[in-house]
C-alpha cells in the first residue's frame, strides 16, 4: 500500500478507495460486519490523532459502495501529499489493530489473498506482505 502511494501519488485517492474496497469483503466474510465496522472506526480515530482532517462522523453503513465515501471526500479535499499520509496511517493502524486481533500470520494471508486480485491499477507488488 504505502509504494503504490509512493509509485502513483496522483492516484492516492483512487488508489487508497480501490484497496479498502477489496480489503473490507474478505474481511468482512471472515469477523463480520458488526466486528468490521467498530474496527475501521476505532483506527479513523486513532489516525485523526495526528490527522484531525480524516475525521468523520459516527455512521451505519447503508450498502458497500457507502462505506468509504466519507473517506473518500476527506482525501480529496487534501493536497496529495497530506492524502497520502493520512491514508497510509490509517491504513496502518487498521492493520496494527487487525493483526491484534486475529494475529499478524492471519493479517498477512489476508493481505495477500487481496493482493492477488487483479481488478486494481495497484500491482501486487506494491501491497505489504
Known amino acids: 500500500m504505502d509504494e503504490a502511494l509512493v509509485r502513483h501519488p496522483q492516484a492516492v485517492v483512487q488508489n487508497t478507495i480501490r484497496l479498502w474496497r477489496r480489503l473490507a469483503p474478505e474481511l468482512i466474510s471472515m469477523i463480520g460486519e458488526r466486528s468490521f465496522n467498530p ?12 490527522y484531525p482532517w480524516l475525521a468523520q462522523e459516527a455512521t451505519t453503513f447503508a450498502g458497500s ?8 471526500e476527506r482525501l480529496q479535499a487534501q493536497d496529495i501529499m497530506r492524502a497520502g499520509l493520512g ?16 494475529g499478524e ?23 505489504p506482505g
Open 39 to 50: 474496527l475501521y472506526a476505532r483506527s479513523v480515530r486513532l489516525a485523526c490523532m495526528q
Open 65 to 72: 459502495n457507502e462505506r468509504f465515501a466519507a473517506l473518500e
Open 87 to 102: 491514508s497510509m496511517a490509517l491504513f496502518n493502524i487498521f492493520l496494527n489493530e487487525l493483526a491484534s486481533l486475529i
Open 105 to 127: 500470520g492471519l493479517t498477512t494471508h489476508l493481505l495477500r489473498l487481496t493482493s492477488s486480485q487483479q481488478t486494481s491499477a495497484i500491482p501486487p507488488e506494491d501491497f
